[in-house]
């Protein structure tokens, strides 16, 4: 069967960085300005300066949460592991509607700013499908070839916002500043709201979790940058912009920016300020786009959408269906012009799903207390508070027209979430037949499992290991990829971990049950009580049965150990040296690992990989002193099956897989495994 492939982890600090001020130093700064200015003055510069602070509540429970649930869809995911399935969903979807909308709206106004400024007669519905298109093309091509172009587009754009300001810093006169608020206070919120979407963007780092290389330090360090970068940019570039030029004049234009620039330079500054513009849009799409895709992954993947939404390419490992989707959706929106009106729906949007988040803060603190948080906030409960308030709050300052749209998408939302196929066991409770079929459906065609390791150390290690390879051509009998989620009583091995696999992590006793009730049963489709002490794992996995989890494996030496497990619907595996490949062979060929009689010990089925300086090289394997009992299945050779026969000779670096009684495999092993 073809291997599903997962997300590759080729993003570091620096382009996980990028991500975020791609999409936060969008058109916002552009265009927003002038209408700051037409409500609030020079206090506009205050607004900004007060939005950036209220925005850094947030934006640090991200960077909590993003490190302690490393996993692909940002915002949504983190809901989903936290708060109830259907605030979840919805949380999902407000964030898609923002993203596409935010996306189709960055396409418009690209093509806006060509037309107006380079070609009068374009057409902006060609401007939009060309640049929908090319930007597809290279976001299917990997996050990280994105961000390549991305990150060579923030260059420009951060290298003329910065210019601009530092040269016209010069030229800032005190009287443009006074009175500093000659309107008023009274639109100081009005304000804030509405440059909100100026700070949205640092939590799409979060949507790329997956793909972030040690996501438990980076990503909290990409989006303190991120934020840091972000409002001393706006607070510096708004200061001048207000400082030259009166905010009576400012108020009169809409690209405030391309204004000041020209009213400063000249035609340089001009056209300087005109390709920041467009940078800006260019790497906003690109990098929104990305996250339109993978938010829309995640809903996929968990059973919201057709399952062939969670699709992705077995070459590049990008999701390509959910980018196909976006880029039709971005595409009809911009084209059409719908995207006024829909644009007006991303704060909303976003208002209320960062709300979500920040609730579920609180919610993790409370029902996963064990989770390990690698980034912590300081001041909880009272940083997730301020950002709850402060993200739903500002809600009320939006137009009547946003909320009343915003309520008719909410209920299309809910009618989406009643209607997917992964839904469709809540509506069929009154119909157990039904609803028992449907559940067994959606598990034979869940793309990875969700398991659980009880115990961090070199059994579950090589466990993980196993499961979440990605050069897997090499093992045969692989057809899953797999969610990994650790429980390890120890400190230091748990910092392993976390730098290892970046994966979710409770600290805490597996055998106690309340430290397995924070996983909880719902989130796990196999536990595996893999720790170095027999009796520590016969707890825990009978714990775990207790629980409810549906599938429930332990890792034991002592054959003694076996009935008491089997009578509680344990598989036991009671092969130390096989342990990995017997668990793998288990999860992903079931009715093979019955035919071995796993429980029992009857025969085993496992690989072992030549080294360097094997006794057994060159040799073939008519010659080797293999045990009678065992025999030679398969002699996988890089991407290579290699059927084996008598003549065939044995290579360093082949992995031999053996079928026999455990005892024979395992002198068979050890023979393997000799050298000079």
């Given at each position: ?262 009213r400063l330079f000249g035609p340089w500054g001009r056209w300087a300020a005109v390709i920041a513009t467009v940078m800006a849009c260019l790497s906003a799409f690109a990098v929104t786009l990305g996250a339109s895709a993978r938010v829309l992954f995640a809903l996929g993947r968990d059973g919201h959408f057709p399952r062939a939404v969670a699709r992705l390419d077995p070459v590049r490992r990008t999701p390509s269906v959910a980018l196909g989707i976006c880029a039709v959706l971005v595409t009809l929106l911009a084209a059409t012009g719908v995207v006024k ?199 825990a996995a009978l714990q775990a049965r207790q629980l409810g989890m549906p599938r429930v494996m332990a890792i034991v030496r002592d054959s003694d150990y076996l009935p008491l497990l089997e009578a509680e619907g344990v598989v036991a595996i009671s092969a130390p040296w096989a342990t990995a490949a017997m668990v793998e062979n288990y999860l992903d060929r079931p009715g093979v690992a019955e035919l071995f009689e796993i429980g029992t010990g009857v025969a085993s089925l496992i690989g072992v990989m030549i080294p360097k300086g094997a006794r057994v090289a ?59």
């Amino acid at each position: 069967m073809a291997e599903r492939p997962q997300f590759e982890r080729n993003i570091g600090l620096f382009m996980a960085v990028m991500i975020g001020i791609g999409a936060m130093m969008g058109p916002g700064i552009f265009a927003l300005p002038g209408e700051l200015a037409r409500i609030v003055g020079p206090l506009g510069l205050l607004v900004y300066l007060a939005m950036g602070v209220v925005t850094m509540f947030t934006a640090l429970n991200y960077a909590e949460l993003g490190a302690a649930l490393p996993v692909a869809g940002g915002g949504y995911s983190m809901t989903q592991r936290t708060l109830p399935r259907s605030v979840s969903f919805l949380t999902g979807w407000f964030f898609f509607i923002g993203n596409v909308a935010a996306c189709a709206l960055y396409a418009v106004v690209f093509a806006l700013t060509l037309k107006e400024w380079l070609w009068p007669a374009l057409p902006v519905v060609l401007v939009v499908i060309a640049v929908t298109l090319i930007f597809s093309l290279v976001n299917l091509r990997g996050l990280s070839e994105a961000l390549r172009v991305v990150t060579a587009m923030n260059l420009v754009e951060l290298a003329i916002l910065l210019g601009v300001a530092i040269l016209g810093l010069s030229q800032v006169e005190a009287p443009n500043l006074a009175p500093f608020a000659p309107m008023g206070w009274g639109g100081f919120l009005p304000g804030m709201s509405l440059i909100y979407v100026s700070y949205v963007g640092y939590e799409l780092i979060t949507v790329a979790a997956e793909e972030i290389i040690e996501p438990a330090k980076n990503i909290p360090r990409a989006i303190i940058i991120t934020m840091v970068v972000a409002v001393a940019m706006y607070a510096f570039v708004v200061f001048v912009m207000m400082g030259t030029v009166h905010h009576t004049e400012l108020a009169q234009t809409d690209v405030p920016f391309i204004f000041v620039a020209d009213r400063l330079f000249g035609p340089w500054g001009r056209w300087a300020a005109v390709i920041a513009t467009v940078m800006a849009c260019l790497s906003a799409f690109a990098v929104t786009l990305g996250a339109s895709a993978r938010v829309l992954f995640a809903l996929g993947r968990d059973g919201h959408f057709p399952r062939a939404v969670a699709r992705l390419d077995p070459v590049r490992r990008t999701p390509s269906v959910a980018l196909g989707i976006c880029a039709v959706l971005v595409t009809l929106l911009a084209a059409t012009g719908v995207v006024k009106f829909v644009a007006s729906m991303a704060g909303f949007g976003f208002l209320l799903g960062l709300g979500f988040v920040n609730a579920s803060v609180i919610a993790l603190a409370r029902t996963k207390p064990n989770l390990r948080r690698p980034f912590r906030v300081r001041g909880y409960p009272w940083v997730p508070v301020i950002g709850v308030v402060t993200s739903w709050g500002f809600v009320a300052f939006l137009e009547p027209r946003t909320i009343a749209l915003g309520g008719v998408l909410t209920a299309v939302g809910l009618g989406v979430y009643c209607l997917s196929p992964a839904n469709r066991a809540d509506l069929g409770r009154a119909a157990p037949t039904v609803h028992r079929f449907v559940k067994r459906l959606l598990r034979r065609r869940r793309p990875r499992m969700r398991v659980l390791i009880i115990g961090g150390g070199t059994v579950g290690q090589n466990i993980a290991k196993r499961l979440l390879a990605r050069d897997e051509v090499r093992m045969v009998f692989r057809s899953h990829e797999h969610q990994i989620t650790f429980v390890e009583r120890d400190e230091d091995r748990c910092k392993e971990l976390e730098s290892r696999f970046g994966v979710p992590i409770f600290h805490g006793d597996g055998t106690k049950q309340q430290v397995l009730e924070q996983v909880g049963a719902n989130e796990v489709d196999v536990a595996i009580a893999a720790s170095d002490d027999d009796g520590h794992n016969v707890i825990a996995a009978l714990q775990a049965r207790q629980l409810g989890m549906p599938r429930v494996m332990a890792i034991v030496r002592d054959s003694d150990y076996l009935p008491l497990l089997e009578a509680e619907g344990v598989v036991a595996i009671s092969a130390p040296w096989a342990t990995a490949a017997m668990v793998e062979n288990y999860l992903d060929r079931p009715g093979v690992a019955e035919l071995f009689e796993i429980g029992t010990g009857v025969a085993s089925l496992i690989g072992v990989m030549i080294p360097k300086g094997a006794r057994v090289a060159d040799t073939a394997i008519r010659d080797l002193e293999i045990p009678g009992e065992c025999v030679v299945a398969a002699v996988i050779r890089g991407k290579k099956f290699v059927v084996p026969r008598g003549s065939t000779l044995i290579e360093a670096g082949d992995e031999v897989v053996f079928v026999g009684p455990p005892k024979a495999v395992q002198r068979a092993r050890e023979l393997f495994l000799l050298t000079e």
